[in-house]
């Protein structure tokens, strides 16, 4: 199947600062990629969808000054959470979607645990 | 709206069992679907896609049906073993042009030896 990575799997911040998580899709070119959250057994949310070149859509109540998408190519989304704080300790997960044409769903990546001390 | 429903919420059995986790959605109108498992503190593991112009997909153990016109699908998983313990998702593609998944909430599969 198709591979989606996430990079890093884990950060600890201090509460105010940045953190930048990276969504690739490694063998395929994803023309939507989208961010989701998951609090502990819980469903995901989803927060944004992003195309390439272009501005994320956000879901209601999720604040696009505060969780930056950026989708700069086919293959590769960020999701950067500004001035972060201990409430945005999550599980934040991407998922690659190909071009419909091609047949394929869509791919997760293994996700990143956020924690904000 | 989709709105996707999964039961059961919670399923445990002894393994060598056969299962079925069912999953229904509101709109009948989809581009496909597909489910999915999820391991504690992990991402998601893509299972068995079914377009909607198919009716079932099988992978090893694990058979998928839909039933599009009834806004159905179940997965069934032969002679279950202790490492089919996961969370068992599944999510419909409406087909938009963003494509957007909707999940149901799950079934939490614990396969005991």
């Known amino acids: 199947g198709a591979v989606v990575s996430q990079h890093p799997s884990r950060v600890i911040c201090k509460s105010g600062t940045s953190v930048k998580i990276e969504c690739r899709s490694l063998d395929f070119q994803a023309t939507t990629m989208f961010w989701y959250r998951q609090f502990p057994k819980k469903s995901l949310m989803l927060m944004a969808t992003s195309n390439e070149g272009s501005k994320a859509t956000y879901e209601q109540g999720v604040e696009k000054d505060k969780f930056l998408i950026n989708h700069a190519s086919l293959t590769l989304s960020t999701l950067t959470v500004t001035s972060a704080h201990p409430e945005d300790s999550s599980f934040y997960i991407c998922s690659a979607r190909a071009d419909p044409s091609t047949g394929r769903g869509q791919y997760f990546g293994p996700g990143t645990r956020l924690t904000v001390t | 709206k989709q709105e996707v429903t999964q039961i059961p919420a919670a399923l445990s059995v002894p393994e060598g069992e056969n299962l079925v986790l069912n999953c229904s959605f509101t709109d009948s109108a989809i581009y496909n679907l597909q489910w999915f498992r999820q391991d504690p503190g992990k991402g998601l593991t893509s299972l068995l896609l079914?377009?909607?112009?198919?009716r079932e997909q099988t992978s090893g153990r694990l058979n998928a049906s839909l039933d599009k016109s009834s806004g159905r699908s179940t997965l069934y998983i032969a002679a279950s073993q202790p490492g089919d313990s996961a969370t068992y998702l599944c999510a419909v593609d409406r087909g938009s042009t963003l494509g957007r998944l909707y999940f149901g909430r799950g079934t939490q599969l614990t396969v005991w030896p």
């Open positions: 079914i377009q909607s112009s198919q």
